[in-house]
């Protein structure tokens, strides 16, 4: 089955500074990689998501990279602020459009002032 | 629209006992998934109903647990018994489509 990994666990940066979370996928069939933003008591909450057709999107201050060759992808937090701290979860999924998601171990980000 | 809801929000039972999680999806959506997340680690994969029918139950740990989802609308997951190592954030999800939307999640702690 699918094999997700992601690195850093935690990362701290300073306001305005970028941050950059990467993973990894096992499956070369997997065709959909979303990133979930969880908060202090709440569920993850969807922020980005790239198919396998594209390599890059951006939404405001957040990108996200895939490399397929690689079977990697990333998230790109650019001029961070206190309200982007928070564990953030990648995940692939491969199959029909409604399968499961397999999910990172999550990465802590500490934004500070 | 109203999001993905759970109930209760926090449970803590006895090695033994049992316990009943309960999740409303996003109206509309055909597609409710169980996952879990235990000890800080990932969040996996428990199961998957398409309507009333259960598409893939592949990550359901053992017959200790038990999912329904009566009349293809909100769905139950039943711990019966419960033991220390089922304690961990159960999240539900629903989707339409490719985008899962997930709920706050139960913690459910076993002592």
């Known amino acids: 089955g699918e094999n997700v990994e992601q690195h850093p666990s935690t990362l701290s940066v300073q306001e305005g500074d970028s941050a950059v979370i990467k993973c990894t996928y096992s499956d070369s069939a997997s065709n959909y990689f979303p990133w979930y933003k969880q908060e202090l008591g709440k569920g993850p909450q969807l922020i980005i998501d790239?198919?396998?057709?594209?390599g890059e999107k951006k939404d405001q201050r957040i990108a996200v990279t895939l490399n397929k060759t690689a079977k990697h992808f990333s998230l790109h937090i650019t001029e961070t602020q206190p309200e982007d701290s928070a564990v953030y979860f990648c995940a692939a999924k491969y199959g029909g459009t409604a399968s499961k998601l397999t999910f990172g171990t999550g990465t802590r980000l500490q934004v500070t002032l | 629209e109203a999001g993905v809801t759970q109930f209760p929000s926090h449970s803590v039972i006895e090695k033994g006992q049992t316990v009943t999680l309960r999740c409303d999806p996003i109206?509309?959506?055909?597609?409710l998934y169980w996952y879990r997340r235990v000890m800080g680690k990932e969040i996996k994969f428990l199961l998957h109903f398409v309507k009333e029918s259960k598409q893939d139950e592949s990550g359901m740990p053992n017959n200790r647990f038990l999912a329904e989802r009566t009349g293809g609308t909100y769905s139950t997951l039943k711990v019966q018994p419960a033991e220390l190592e089922d304690s961990g954030v159960y999240f539900c999800?629903?989707?339409?489509?490719?985008?899962?939307?997930f709920g706050p999640g139960t913690r459910l702690t076993v002592t």
């Open positions: 109206s509309g959506h055909d597609n």
């Open positions: 790239i198919r396998s057709n594209v």
């Open positions: 999800a629903s989707s339409q489509s490719s985008e899962q939307y």
